[in-house]
């Protein structure tokens, strides 16, 4: 097996960046393009009660497991695979199960900080990040969060006050400065999904000479 191109996605939270990213491995096979998502990194919080689970800032550097993650991404680059965590989000631990990741060709990292840290950041052959409206992203926290995690909008919007919003300005809006390309959130459906599809397919072919330029 050839080196593995690695692609990293980032943005704020709800911007569009999951939904960016499996639109880029649709059509991929596992042994051509990998995903990898940063969420899966969340650290375990099973030692400490509930209640004070829930009220953790989960939008900084500190929530996530960001020495695994590195771990596993140098893996991967190197041909090898990995087991990766499984994170219960209802109930902010992770589970006793492991989900083993093989490298494809490509490496596709996706994560709200995967831009923050210097040593992650430079695992990344080609960082995209995702612009995203105010509006939209916090409609679309809301709409993910209570119906597919359970909370209420009452603790929704305190979290996204107290800290989604704030931990945005902090640490990830900065890393749009070492973006490669950047892509605004209402162009999700646009062409450059194909330019970029076209890059992962030149370089699942073989193509080295013909990828975008990231200098």
């Known amino acids: 097996m050839g080196p593995v191109y690695t692609i ?7 911007c569009g960046k999951t939904l960016f990213a499996k639109k880029l491995c649709s059509g991929f096979s596992p042994a051509d393009v990998t995903l990898l998502q940063q969420d899966d990194y969340y650290r375990d919080l099973g030692d400490i009660p509930l209640e004070d689970r829930e009220v953790r800032n989960f939008d900084q550097p500190q929530a996530f497991d960001l020495p695994l993650l590195m771990e596993h991404l140098e893996e991967l680059r190197a041909g090898r695979a990995v087991r990766q965590p499984v994170y219960d989000f209802h ?3 992770r589970t006793d199960q492991r989900k083993e990741i093989i490298p494809g060709k490509v490496v596709l990292l996706e994560g709200l900080l995967i831009f923050h840290p210097p040593q992650l950041r430079d695992l990344l052959d080609l960082r995209i990040y995702i612009e995203g409206d105010d509006t939209e992203c916090l409609i679309r ?4 969060d209570v119906e597919e995690r359970g909370r209420s909008y009452e603790s929704v919007l305190g979290q996204y006050q107290k800290t989604v919003h704030p931990m945005y300005l902090k640490y990830v809006l900065p890393g749009r400065s070492y973006a490669h390309l950047i892509v605004p959130g209402n162009s999700l459906d646009g062409p450059v999904v194909e330019v970029v599809r076209g890059t992962i397919m030149n370089i699942v072919r073989g193509y080295k000479d013909s990828l975008m330029e990231t200098g």
């Open 8 to 14: 990293g996605v980032a943005g704020r939270s709800c």
């Open 91 to 93: 109930n902010h631990q």
């Open 141 to 144: 926290r809301l709409r993910r």
